[in-house]
């Protein structure tokens, strides 16, 4: 399975490509035919292949990979990274890091302040050592990322590994490492002392240092024809339930998520598993395997198959955010879901005003005219999302329009959930049209604050339709 990552992540597998024949792939790589097909479930679960019953499998578009998944950016680090790529990675880290350092100067416990100490002196401790200082850095960001108390941002910390793997061109000798833990430990000591501001200053630092590394040079805009336009209708981007297995998959994701199967519970065996569904047993093993891919659960040999912790979950999983009644969605999660929106949006906003080509633009204005036109139907839900995904496919960055198609479910469900946040629709439709004018003047400032707004907005009236009073500190 990695082997196979790995070639299409390096292009020697191109989008579209036919995979050969199961016999063939087993023999080319040594395993069994039963290895291979269940590899190609958990690549199909991660967007990477297309595989239906006898056309066989493809390599799927770039578009509807999940790149925010764990092994999708490893893949990347292993192959190398092109330097759009990384250009992405590092814009994208720039625009979530100071602030995720500000939220954990705010939240973070007593052991999550030693667990980030104990990281800078892991580095300074290793300055002679480039692989365990690599070890050291990676485990700092990742502590970070996990003081902020949100699971949705904590799940972002997948993109520091891919991103540090560039790190012997920042600090490539013993004295040079030495500064870089020092501008670590800068962040640290401004977390332990609460000191949001200084903690979001010391990481814009630290994350700028690989800024000037690798996106020096001129940024091309992304073609209409890379632009995906997502639907909530549209399940390019779920699991395919055709098949046995898939429909299984979508059926036990759906019971883990909505806790009907909770965390720690051990499942059913195979034989139960098939008898209780009517599947068979290789059916129920290959759903399994993608459900394992997505973190949702794991498999040991005589233990069976346990529910893992919602912590393990890829919650940026386009499957298990959709798996996500609008009933059973928490306050934890709606609010931890504007918080990663208020990291993301405004800076997303303005790299739109900056970037946005004419036809981009022209895709955000449908948007705003089928809000207008729908504002007193359910269609309203349709054209906001939509608002919001065609802002992020104008940012020019293929992370921040690969986070929103994934977000764009959730985003929907919220709505439909709670009801629209906005006080009136005429306030909504307001709001919208400022960040769009923004965008439209080519003015970043303008329509980001335009954003953060109406986010902050919508923030706030969660916590008055939900009646929770004020708001956690963010």
Same mark, same amino acid.
């Given at each position: 399975? &990695?082997?196979?990552?790995?070639?299409?992540?390096?292009?020697? !597998?191109?989008?579209?490509?036919?995979?050969?024949?199961?016999?063939?792939?087993?023999?080319?790589?040594?395993?069994?035919?039963?290895?291979?097909?269940?590899?190609?479930?958990?690549?199909?679960?991660?967007?990477?292949?297309? =595989?239906?019953?006898?056309?066989?499998?493809?390599?799927?578009?770039?578009?509807?990979?999940?790149?925010?998944?764990?092994?999708?950016?490893?893949?990347? *680090?292993?192959?190398?990274?092109?330097?759009?790529?990384?250009?992405?990675?590092?814009?994208?880290?720039?625009?979530?890091?100071?602030? $995720?350092?500000?939220?954990? *100067?705010?939240?973070?416990?007593?052991?999550?302040?030693?667990?980030?100490?104990?990281?800078?002196? +892991?580095? %300074?401790?290793?300055?002679?050592?480039? @692989?365990? /200082?690599? @070890?050291? #850095?990676?485990? /700092?960001?990742?502590?970070?990322? $996990?003081?902020?108390?949100?699971?949705?941002? @904590?799940?972002?910390?997948?993109?520091?590994?891919?991103?540090?793997?560039?790190?012997?061109?920042?600090?490539?000798?013993?004295?040079?490492?030495?500064?870089?833990?020092?501008?670590?430990?800068?962040?640290?000591?401004?977390?332990?002392? &609460?000191?949001?501001?200084?903690?979001?200053?010391?990481?814009?630092?630290?994350?700028?240092?690989?800024?000037?590394?690798?996106?020096?040079?001129?940024?091309?805009?992304?073609?209409?024809?890379?632009?995906?336009?997502?639907? =909530?209708?549209?399940?390019?981007? !779920?699991?395919?339930?055709?098949?046995?297995?898939?429909?299984?998959?979508?059926?036990?994701?759906?019971?883990?998520?909505?806790?009907?199967?909770?965390?720690?519970? =051990?499942?059913?065996?195979?034989?139960?598993?098939?008898?209780?569904?009517?599947?068979?047993?290789?059916?129920?093993?290959?759903?399994?395997?993608?459900? *394992?891919?997505?973190?949702?659960?794991?498999?040991?040999?005589?233990?069976? $198959? =346990?529910? $893992?912790?919602?912590?393990?979950?890829?919650?940026?999983?386009?499957?298990?955010? +959709?798996?996500?009644?609008? %009933? #059973?969605?928490?306050?934890?999660?709606?609010?931890?879901?504007?918080?990663?929106?208020?990291?993301?949006?405004? +800076?997303?906003?303005?790299?739109?005003?900056?970037?946005?080509?004419?036809?981009?633009?022209?895709?955000?204005? %449908?948007?705003?005219?089928?809000?207008?036109?729908?504002?007193?139907?359910?269609?309203?839900?349709?054209?906001?999302?939509?608002? &919001?995904?065609?802002?992020?496919?104008?940012?020019?960055?293929? !992370?921040?329009?690969?986070?929103?198609?994934?977000?764009?479910?959730?985003?929907?469900?919220?709505?439909?959930?709670?009801?629209?946040?906005?006080?009136?629709?005429?306030?909504?439709?307001?709001?919208?049209?400022?960040?769009?004018?923004?965008?439209?003047?080519?003015?970043?400032?303008?329509?980001?604050?335009?954003?953060? *707004?109406?986010?902050?907005?919508?923030?706030?009236?969660?916590?008055?339709?939900?009646?929770?009073?004020?708001?956690?500190?963010?």
């Amino acid at each position: 399975m &990695h082997e196979v990552g790995r070639r299409i992540v390096a292009d020697d !597998l191109r989008e579209g490509t036919l995979l050969p024949r199961e016999a063939e792939l087993a023999q080319s790589y040594g395993v069994s035919r039963q290895a291979v097909r269940e590899a190609l479930k958990v690549l199909a679960a991660k967007g990477m292949l297309t =595989t239906r019953r006898r056309a066989g499998s493809r390599v799927s578009p770039r578009s509807l990979w999940n790149l925010l998944d764990p092994d999708v950016l490893a893949w990347h *680090a292993i192959v190398g990274l092109s330097p759009e790529f990384l250009r992405d990675l590092v814009e994208f880290r720039a625009l979530v890091e100071p602030n $995720t350092a500000a939220l954990a *100067a705010r939240r973070a416990s007593p052991d999550q302040h030693e667990r980030i100490a104990a990281c800078v002196e +892991a580095m %300074r401790a290793a300055v002679d050592d480039g @692989d365990r /200082f690599h @070890d050291a #850095d990676v485990a /700092f960001h990742v502590a970070v990322f $996990t003081a902020s108390g949100n699971a949705l941002i @904590d799940r972002l910390s997948t993109i520091v590994e891919p991103v540090l793997q560039v790190s012997s061109t920042v600090q490539g000798s013993a004295s040079e490492r030495t500064a870089w833990a020092g501008d670590h430990e800068r962040v640290a000591t401004a977390i332990a002392n &609460h000191d949001a501001d200084g903690a979001e200053a010391a990481m814009r630092y630290v994350v700028e240092m690989y800024n000037g590394e690798v996106s020096s040079d001129e940024r091309g805009r992304v073609s209409a024809d890379a632009a995906v336009v997502w639907k =909530t209708s549209d399940k390019s981007l !779920l699991y395919p339930s055709g098949a046995l297995h898939g429909q299984l998959a979508h059926q036990i994701g759906e019971q883990i998520v909505s806790g009907t199967l909770a965390e720690g519970e =051990t499942l059913p065996r195979e034989s139960e598993l098939a008898l209780k569904y009517k599947v068979s047993r290789q059916a129920v093993r290959e759903a399994i395997k993608v459900l *394992a891919a997505k973190g949702l659960v794991s498999t040991r040999r005589r233990a069976g $198959t =346990t529910v $893992t912790a919602r912590e393990d979950w890829n919650l940026l999983d386009h499957d298990v955010i +959709a798996w996500h009644n609008p %009933r #059973d969605l928490s306050f934890q999660f709606l609010t931890d879901l504007i918080e990663l929106r208020q990291l993301v949006e405004p +800076a997303c906003a303005a790299l739109a005003a900056e970037r946005r080509d004419a036809t981009q633009l022209a895709r955000i204005s %449908r948007a705003m005219a089928e809000m207008r036109r729908t504002a007193a139907d359910p269609d309203w839900v349709d054209a906001d999302v939509e608002f &919001h995904i065609a802002i992020a496919a104008a940012s020019g960055n293929t !992370l921040l329009k690969s986070l929103c198609r994934m977000l764009a479910p959730v985003l929907e469900a919220s709505m439909k959930g709670q009801g629209n946040l906005a006080p009136t629709l005429e306030v909504a439709l307001e709001m919208h049209e400022s960040i769009e004018r923004g965008i439209i003047a080519g003015d970043p400032e303008r329509a980001s604050m335009a954003m953060a *707004a109406m986010l902050r907005l919508t923030d706030s009236r969660l916590h008055e339709v939900l009646g929770l009073g004020t708001q956690r500190s963010a």
